[in-house]
């Protein structure tokens, strides 16, 4: 809702200014306008929400079912081709609802404009299983996706072909073949995703390098790309003369075939939108207003599809030409001239809106971004203008395609080369973690109120007769105090909560990840692997960790070496994340897993530690100890041999069982008797085979974990071993019904949170014991 409340006050700020600047009749025509387009705005959204909701009804993950509808889009994967349905309907059993789109992934050729009906299975969309994971469910949802769709067999109802859209997605793909036979992979990657907006080349590699640096809006179709192809094909026309009404025209139909071509994304239509009205504008002999183009841009999005609001590319595309408006006021009110200067003040008042929302849903923020910038933005006109010139004349005859292509990928090695450089750089990326949304919000008010106070200030500034160096001064006395004042607010707003005791059971599908943080602020995991969730460190375990902010680990505590237990903490060691201690039992199977993982830990500079049965680590907060295996009960084998911990905080005690069974277990009572627990994280994933009703009745939890996978093949959690649990009085949290699962203490209880509530999970995300 914090959306709506934003708008709201947007609204009212902007209304109460175009009173002041229109007087009070116009004043008020223009806010009752605007707010009964935001009520019905709001209404719209209802609808489409409810909508959603009875498609989302009725679908099961993996369900036979049938959709039909209309090509509106296609995209060539790897695999098989990507088909986006519009004007749809979902079938399942008897029932039959209409749907927004729907992804179809079909091996079947067919063209933009037919009418298909597809039988095939449903895959449902995916929230985000842990914090800082991607979220695909909001997504798709915010592209106006109601879900995926695998199709096996097609019928045509209507094989009518909109033949300019199918002429273009033809053409495009020769443009990007073009690009890799004269380009290469990795540079045609880049390449076809800034001119044509298709990424399906475009390397992870590559990607990330332009994330980290700061530089991953050029890969976006946005204004530089409008500006560049519909203002300079206006401005040729204009050279020749031709009428202001015919060129305007000519202008538009240029910049939305290249709509078009790109996929039409949403900083896409936000750009062509703008560019449209400002031609309009020339045309009806009116001025254009950016904010006044911003807003109508935002109603029309917004009413096309409701959800597209909590889509980032959306929100940093308005943002960022919000940062140019306010650029504007800043060049004024400080009597900024052209040149080194008002680049910086532009590049630095984008960065200053953007950089928040960045931080918010990426944890991380590139250090020198400004600066690289600099170096970069001046000459990506140049790149697109050669990759578009070069790939036009590579369609009448690929040899006069060659320089111009050739130029740009020049000039993207150099791209890669100044990103690869400024990484280098000691601090080159901040990671923040997420920041709380209230110090967001602040920090945009505080930001508006700097601009307003600017923008106020600057008429009474100029009145004054001063001598020119006095001036100067005065303004460079200002910049200073308003940077260094940005700089506190930015300071502020990026401070993540103080350091408190938390356990975070982490959903890495059919395996283990936990993270402890401790209230001294030191860093703990135990285990981190998964046989079932494909490169589970870099896509659930890393993203985690930038959410909470955590620049390095501690020591992560290794129960043994299976690869559910391990291979995503060696995906992380080979990505070069900060650990500074691996920590073993000393009688953990020594066999070629654990040596491979020993030997790369100590290459990354990672100390390895052995603890004896008793050992343990403590800081001010919290205390680890081992508990088993001992020198008498070590057997020889991974899972018997895990690595048993006790957590101990305050009055709260926990006990992490790794892999053992129920020989263990026994071996575990008769060694240590009765030990009450708080939290128990159930051995071997829940197995029948672990998680004696004789050891869970000595432990006497209030509350069990099981971390596995989701239909895994194994049977975990064993249907005995959960009724052992029940039987006890525990509180069972699985990871496939609550994703990751937060343990905290709060005013001395035991306070237990899942981040997803899904089918068959009782509502209330918050239990306290």
């Avoid at 806010?31 to 935001?38: G, K, N, Q």
């Avoid at 540079?187 to 590559?206: H, Y």
């Avoid at 590049?347 to 944890?363: L, M």
């Avoid at 654990?594 to 205390?623: H, I, N, P, T, W």
Wanted: net charge neutral; proline share 2%; glycine share 8%.
């Amino acid at each position: 809702m914090w959306i709506f409340l934003l708008s709201a006050i947007f609204l009212a700020c902007h209304s109460y200014l175009r009173w002041k600047k229109r007087g009070s009749v116009q004043g008020i025509v223009y806010a009752v306008t605007f707010s009964v387009i935001f009520v019905l705005g709001i209404c719209h959204m209802q609808n489409a929400i409810k909508s959603h909701q009875a498609v989302e009804s009725l679908l099961e993950d993996g369900e036979k079912a049938a959709v039909w509808g209309t090509v509106s889009k296609k995209e060539e994967g790897a695999k098989s081709t990507k088909i986006y349905l519009k004007h749809c309907y979902l079938r399942v059993e008897e029932k039959q609802l209409p749907c927004r789109q729907i992804l179809v992934y079909l091996n079947t050729d067919v063209s933009v404009g037919n009418i298909i009906y597809v039988n095939g299975t449903v895959k449902t969309l995916e929230p985000a299983r842990n914090e800082g994971n991607f979220d695909e469910k909001n997504f798709y949802e915010s592209q106006g996706t109601d879900f995926k769709f695998y199709g096996e067999n097609v019928q045509f109802i209507s094989r009518d072909t909109d033949r300019f859209a199918e002429f273009l997605y033809q053409k495009k793909r020769e443009v990007i073949q073009l690009y890799q036979k004269t380009m290469g992979a990795e540079t045609a990657g880049v390449l076809s995703t800034m001119v044509l907006g298709d990424r399906q080349l475009l390397e992870p590699e590559i990607k990330s390098l332009y994330q980290k640096t700061g530089i991953s809006h050029i890969l976006a179709i946005s204004g530089l790309h409008v500006s560049i192809i519909g203002m300079g094909f206006y401005k040729m026309l204009q050279k020749q003369r031709v009428p202001l009404l015919l060129r305007s025209t000519l202008s538009a139909v240029a910049i939305l075939v290249f709509a078009v071509l790109s996929g039409a994304g949403v900083s896409t239509k936000r750009a062509v939108l703008m560019f449209l009205l400002l031609l309009l504008g020339g045309v009806i002999g009116r001025s254009y207003d950016s904010l006044t183009g911003l807003a109508l841009a935002a109603i029309f999005l917004l009413w096309e599809n409701p959800f597209v609001y909590a889509y980032t590319g959306f929100i940093l595309s308005f943002l960022a030409v919000l940062g140019v408006d306010a650029s504007v006021i800043l060049l004024k009110s400080m009597d900024i001239q052209k040149g080194i200067r008002e680049q910086i003040c532009v590049s630095g008042c984008i960065q200053a809106f953007t950089i928040p929302v960045i931080a918010y849903y990426y944890f991380e923020l590139p250090t020198y971004v400004i600066f690289i910038n600099l170096l970069i933005l001046p000459t990506t006109g140049v790149v697109l203008f050669l990759g578009i010139f070069g790939g036009l004349l590579g369609l009448l005859y690929p040899v006069l395609g060659f320089l111009p292509l050739q130029g740009a990928k020049g000039m993207l090695l150099l791209y890669q080369s100044l990103c690869r450089l400024f990484l280098k750089l000691p601090g080159a990326v901040w990671t923040t973690g997420k920041p709380r949304l209230q110090r967001l919000i602040f920090y945009y008010v505080v930001l508006a109120a700097i601009l307003t106070w600017l923008w106020y200030g600057k008429k009474p500034q100029r009145k004054l007769k001063t001598e020119l160096n006095n001036r100067l001064e005065n303004h460079r006395l200002k910049r200073i105090a308003l940077t260094l004042f940005y700089l506190g607010l930015l300071t502020f707003s990026m401070q993540k909560e103080g350091k408190r005791f938390q356990i975070q059971v982490l959903d890495v599908g059919q395996g283990d990840g936990i993270y402890i943080e401790s209230d001294a602020g030191t860093e703990i995991f135990v285990d981190g692997g998964s046989v079932d969730v494909s490169e589970v460190g870099k896509y659930r375990i890393q993203p985690f960790l930038k959410s909470h902010g955590v620049k390095e680990v501690d020591y992560w505590f290794v129960s043994h070496c299976d690869a559910d237990h391990c291979n995503g903490l060696m995906e992380l060691l080979e990505a070069d994340v900060p650990i500074k201690h691996l920590v073993f039992s000393k009688y953990v199977l020594r066999d070629e897993a654990q040596e491979e993982l020993v030997a790369l830990a100590k290459r990354k500079g990672c100390q390895v530690l052995y603890l004896e049965e008793g050992e343990c680590f403590r800081d001010a907060s919290v205390r680890i100890q081992a508990m088993y295996p001992s020198e008498k009960s070590v057997e020889g084998e991974r899972n018997a041999d895990s690595l048993v911990l006790l957590l101990e905080h305050e009055a709260f005690r926990g006990l992490l069982t790794g892999d053992i069974g129920q020989e263990q277990e026994k071996k575990f009572i008769e060694a240590y008797g009765n030990m009450k627990i708080d939290w128990y994280k159930a051995a071997h994933h829940g197995s029948k085979t672990s998680n004696s009703k004789e050891f869970l009745e000595v432990l006497q939890p209030k509350l069990a974990t099981i971390s596995c996978g989701r239909n895994n093949s194994y049977g975990h959690p064993g249907k005995e071993a959960v009724e052992h649990m029940q039987d006890v009085g525990a509180e069972i949290f699985q990871t496939t019904e609550c994703g990751q699962i937060s343990i905290t203490q709060e005013d001395g209880k035991v306070c237990v949170r899942r981040l997803l509530k899904e089918k068959g999970v009782l509502g209330e995300t918050d239990e306290k014991k």
